[in-house]
């Protein structure tokens, strides 16, 4: 820190130095993001509620309303219709959440190392969950579509099972396990089950407003117990805006701690305070948009994912490793090492990231890569694979 301090102009002659070396979405070469730039109602909304905090919500009576809300929005958008939970930072805060309560859950009637039963496609938050919470993993197989291979769930859950995890947008693949069966399954056995729809949660609801038969991924499944969903990613909020849903208020509850020289006497979220401009940003959103707005933009980017996807599959030297479920493709060269080409596209300008199962490169359409974007994309990975 200086003695002295700088003047505005010299300040924000340093800050655009830093903004400049920073990518920006509006490029189209960010193309291994789930998120994505924030639509402009939603900075507004953001800008708006800067300075409120709802780790005080009773000092911010309004913003808490709007939290209520959007719960309500969400929990109803997931065939919930009595929902609890909160607008919190991003998936991986939702995750350990749903995954604290079901230790606290598991502790009451169990004695031994609690068992948490996910797959390899889980995202690397859960390997937070496990070293922070002190769980055994199990780790169900996949099948050969990359998915739980539900057949073998039932072997392994045991007395120690404390929850069971499945994805709605698998992170590296985009795909969707089998939730339908896996809720059956946990229902039976009375296990905890949490479904991780990050990047689904906003994308699958508007997917089966024309679809049959439906994708049942969330709380019409009747053993699905909480469930992750991200705002900040199909949502098109600012960063940071995940969201956590519970099916009960006595799970919600089991995170509640007191505060006493608070407005409020207790809270029931990891964080204390807590901005409410990302939930100003989602309620605004929500509001603008409604279902069908939302059915547009899924459709535009699941359009584009289709396109590349064609282009892709009968590319010389191109594998593509499955075919898209959401707005997630991956593929491999038979002449170059999946690390080398992505090295290769980076001397083009195109940040891409790679899936370590299977190992390959990965591309997440999201709204704001255009079809120009793929079109030269494309030349350029020819470019590069026939050199």
């Known amino acids: 820190m200086h003695d002295k301090g700088r003047s505005k102009e010299d300040i924000f002659n340093d800050l655009n130095k830093f903004h400049s070396m920073d990518m920006c979405y509006d490029s189209g070469k960010i193309l291994g993001s789930m998120c994505t730039k924030p639509d402009p109602i939603a900075v507004e909304a953001y800008e708006m509620f800067l300075e409120t905090n709802l780790g005080d919500s009773g000092l911010f009576k309004g913003t808490s309303m709007m939290e209520v809300d959007v719960i309500n929005s969400l929990g109803n958008l997931l065939h919930l219709d009595n929902p609890y939970g909160h607008i919190v930072t991003g998936g991986t805060e939702a995750n350990i959440m749903a995954m604290t309560v079901a230790k606290y859950l598991f502790e009451e009637e169990h004695t031994g190392v609690p068992e948490l039963i996910l797959p390899k496609s889980a995202h690397f938050s859960f390997k937070k969950v496990l070293s922070m919470l002190s769980i055994k993993p199990v780790f169900v197989p996949l099948n050969e579509e990359y998915k739980i291979d539900v057949s073998k769930l039932d072997d392994l859950i045991t007395e120690n099972t404390m929850a069971i995890v499945a994805i709605a947008g698998t992170t590296e693949l985009g795909l969707i396990d089998d939730i339908k069966n896996i809720s059956k399954i946990a229902y039976s056995n009375q296990v905890y089950l949490h479904v991780d729809a990050a990047l689904g949660g906003f994308m699958i609801p508007f997917i089966n407003m024309d679809r049959e038969p439906k994708i049942n991924f969330d709380f019409k499944c009747k053993g699905v117990s909480s469930m992750t969903i991200d705002p900040h990613k199909m949502g098109l909020a600012p960063v940071p805006a995940g969201g956590i849903i ?16 608070l407005t409020r006497d207790h809270q029931t979220t990891l964080v204390g305070t807590r901005t409410g401009a ?11 948009y409604g279902k069908e707005g939302y059915k547009k933009i899924v459709d535009s980017v699941l359009d584009l994912t289709k396109y590349t996807y064609t282009i892709l599959k009968d590319m ?5 490793v499955h075919k898209p479920e959401l707005n997630l493709l991956s593929f491999i060269s038979d002449n170059m090492e999946v ?6 596209l980076l001397e083009y300008g195109w940040r891409v990231s790679v899936s370590e199962y299977p190992h390959a490169i990965r591309l997440v359409l999201m ?14 990975l020819k470019n590069i694979l026939n050199e």
């Open 339 to 344: 690390d080398v080409l992505q090295e290769r």
């Open 367 to 380: 709204p704001h890569i255009k079809k120009e974007h793929i079109n030269q994309f494309i030349i350029d």
């Open 278 to 288: 990302s939930t100003a940003a989602t309620w605004a959103l929500i509001n603008y």
């Open 246 to 261: 519970f099916r009960k208020k006595e799970y919600l509850e089991k995170l509640a701690v007191k505060t006493p020289y």
């Open 316 to 320: 010389k030297h191109v594998h593509v």
